[in-house]
């Protein structure tokens, strides 16, 4: 075979036609039966190339108009997970590329035999290095495009920019970063591999040596390992699920220490288990001993590998279940009924001096309403330090507590120094723009106002069930009487006020308690028209450099609408791209030591079938092998991702959120089961090379 091959060879020359037609069979060779690595590859330029192009996204433009600062920060922080994901990622192909090189040690020694030059060859794996990189990113770039541009068209029609606002999201910057950083790892792990092939003797690349085996300790040792693995996980889990390892870094280290000694013994030890499943199966079972010898011999030369997978498995459990998560709590989609607010205006001359202002602009006929929204405090010279009492409600939500109706904390509604009041009509006008029932009260009625970012559903229900019965409570010594329901609506654009707890009372209540003294609040709603010309986005944009012009401060919509998609955005892409980056490098790893290590064992196989196996008993065994391969590490992920997630939302959500800690919880386990079902779509992949593999050893070959 090699004779035809190297008749037209040239040895001691540069590369030439012959060797680039030897390149590029290699090369083709190599991609065909290393399908599943330039797949993870080919997807690893994408992810890169995404993150990278995340400045130019329609999303990011916005809001570096709206939240600079915050967007700032965050493009100053991609840099290092680039970094971070290149130094993985140079060992995932230095260690895949080790493998590969080591299957193909016979090769080289037969060229070096033939009289090729070592810096020949050198030249020509270099070579076909370089072409597979060229083919991968002239492949993977076009999709990183497309993609990308994908990406930015559905965030720019979700925060409602439209088609019309759409910029092409094309980055050269980010396909230079991204086509520069691919090619420095690979020719980093290049280097390094070919100066080990280079420095060894053709006898030593022509003998095939095998591995000797590792030496068995006793099984109890590996028994003891077990169990100390799992407690030191139960004690890592136990200190950041409890918030201890959150309070000092000191805390946080010792944490991440019994994790990483818990995981790495825990492997260790699943040796004695093993054993155990070799001694107890069932004799009559086909190749059932071989099928158990296979993974405890997997697990004993491999253990740390697959560790540390099981550890990057987490991660990606981890990154994606959070991230995503939190994403969705500041996305919540709360009514939008507000375009502008005009900020703080101390009387009713004043607010009639911002409406004049706007006539003399011309602005005011974009509005299609514009009304005042006044808050003020309680004032009263008559017992000032008790300004409300509701007795009577909080007595009525006890009861409901204690017959097992919710288990809420009512401590906003006890008595209290500071109350603040809004007038019936000012809030009328607000449900009026929502397209609501305006509120009906009697003159010694009041309703309850909660704002929407700290009234949950639940507790929202049992208020308005206590507040069927109309409870009497006291506000400066006089008795009035609550109804419902609660109400939430935000009385701004923004976060300009947020106020907890306050009462919606008749205005001439209002104008008694508050004494005359209040803030008004000019609040606008745009016109439909000017809307439905363009978008939300743009309508609210365009009228923002008009209104830039007349002086006045304002805050509009898109403030406040900015600060949940920096957050949804920092959460979302920042963590679902580091699960991806995490997960691809974990499973590349884990399939191609599996399929290459399934070829160096070939022999074996191959006297199983002389011995009469048939090709689905090989099939069959491979694919349990391959089960529990990656079913170990991904197991032990899944189940410490259930900890490490709730570790996660405990140490990085705000006070607020964790009101809804539980909601979170839930949907971070339903995307990680999603993850599981992805995960299982790999080791099918994975199965299906095994089975192919296998298939060309049912040839018997003659062996000399």
Request: charged share 20%; proline share 2%.
């Amino acid at each position: 075979m090699f004779s035809k091959l190297f008749s037209k060879f040239d040895y001691t020359g540069g590369i030439g036609q012959n060797t680039s037609r030897l390149v590029s069979r290699n090369s083709r060779r190599d991609r065909k039966e290393n399908g599943l690595f330039f797949g993870s590859l080919l997807a690893t330029i994408v992810a890169f190339y995404i993150i990278l192009a995340l400045p130019r996204q329609d999303v990011m433009i916005f809001l570096s108009e709206m939240e600079s600062d915050a967007v700032n920060k965050l493009m100053s922080i991609i840099p290092v997970f680039y970094g971070m994901a290149l130094f993985i990622l140079f060992f995932l192909i230095y260690y895949a590329s080790k493998l590969r090189m080591e299957r193909r040690k016979h090769e080289f020694g037969v060229y070096l035999m033939m009289g090729m030059r070592r810096s020949r060859l050198f030249l020509m794996l270099l070579a076909e290095d370089f072409w597979n990189s060229v083919i991968l990113l002239a492949v993977g770039l076009p999709v990183s495009l497309l993609l990308s541009e994908l990406i930015s068209l559905i965030t720019a029609r979700l925060v409602g920019i439209g088609i019309v606002g759409h910029q092409v999201s094309f980055s050269l910057p980010a396909m230079l970063w991204t086509a520069g950083g691919f090619f420095l790892v690979k020719f980093a792990a290049f280097l390094i591999l070919s100066g080990k092939i280079s420095r060894q003797e053709i006898d030593s690349l022509l003998a095939e040596m095998p591995k000797g085996e590792k030496k068995q300790l006793p099984a109890p040792l590996y028994a003891a390992s077990l169990i100390a693995g799992i407690i030191c996980l139960a004690i890592a889990y136990g200190m950041v699920n409890r918030g201890e390892a959150w309070l000092y870094i000191r805390q946080m280290g010792i944490a991440v220490m019994f994790g990483l000694i818990g995981t790495m013994a825990f492997f260790w030890g699943l040796r004695f288990p093993i054993g155990l499943l070799v001694k107890a199966g069932k004799h009559d079972r086909k190749l059932h001993v071989f099928h158990f010898r296979q993974v405890e011999e997997t697990v004993i030369h491999r253990s740390g590998l697959l560790a540390v997978c099981s550890l990057l498995i987490l991660a990606a459990l981890c990154c994606f279940g959070s991230g995503v998560s939190i994403a969705g709590f500041y996305g919540r989609s709360e009514p939008h009924v507000l375009d502008y607010t005009f900020m703080y205006l101390e009387s009713r001359e004043e607010a009639a001096a911002a409406r004049q202002k706007l006539a003399d602009f011309g602005l005011d006929s974009r509005f299609s309403d514009l009304f005042e929204m006044k808050v003020g405090m309680f004032r009263s010279e008559k017992e000032p330090e008790n300004a409300l009492n509701m007795d009577s409600l909080l007595s009525a939500l006890e009861e409901m507590q204690s017959s097992g109706a919710g288990n809420q904390s009512w401590g906003y509604l006890e008595s209290r120094d500071s109350l603040w009041l809004i007038p019936q009509s000012s809030y009328n006008r607000l449900l009026a723009a929502a397209g609501m029932p305006e509120l009906e009260l009697a003159a010694d009625e009041a309703a309850i106002y909660a704002d929407s970012e700290f009234s949950l559903e639940e507790r929202n229900q049992m208020l308005n069930r206590a507040l069927e019965t109309r409870p009497e409570a006291m506000m400066g010594g006089k008795v009035f009487y609550l109804t419902g329901p609660v109400q939430t609506i935000n009385l701004v654009t923004d976060r300009s006020i947020t106020l907890i707890f306050a009462l919606i009372v008749p205005d001439k209540m209002f104008e008694y308690y508050t004494q005359g003294s209040y803030e008004i609040y000019l609040n606008g709603v745009l016109d439909k028209g000017a809307i439905e010309k363009g978008s939300l986005m743009s309508a609210i944009s365009d009228m923002n450099k008009e209104l830039n012009k007349t002086g006045l401060s304002y805050e509009s919509y898109l403030q406040n609408m900015g600060r949940q998609l920096f957050y949804m955005v920092s959460a979302s892409y920042i963590t679902i791209y580091l699960a991806v980056i995490f997960l691809i490098i974990a499973d590349t790893i884990i399939g191609v030591q599996f399929l290459m290590g399934q070829q160096n064992v070939n022999r074996r196989y191959r006297t199983l079938i002389r011995l009469g196996a048939s090709y689905e008993n090989l099939c069959g065994t491979a694919r349990r092998q391959i089960n529990w391969y990656f079913g170990i590490p991904t197991a032990v992920a899944a189940c410490s991702s259930v900890f490490g997630v709730r570790a996660l939302l405990t140490g990085l959500l705000s006070a607020d959120a964790k009101e809804n800690f539980l909601q979170m919880t839930m949907l971070s386990m339903v995307l990680i089961l999603g993850l599981c079902v992805l995960e299982y779509s790999y080791i099918a992949a994975v199965k299906h090379y095994s089975d192919r593999y296998l298939l060309t050893l049912m040839e018997m070959e003659r062996e000399e």
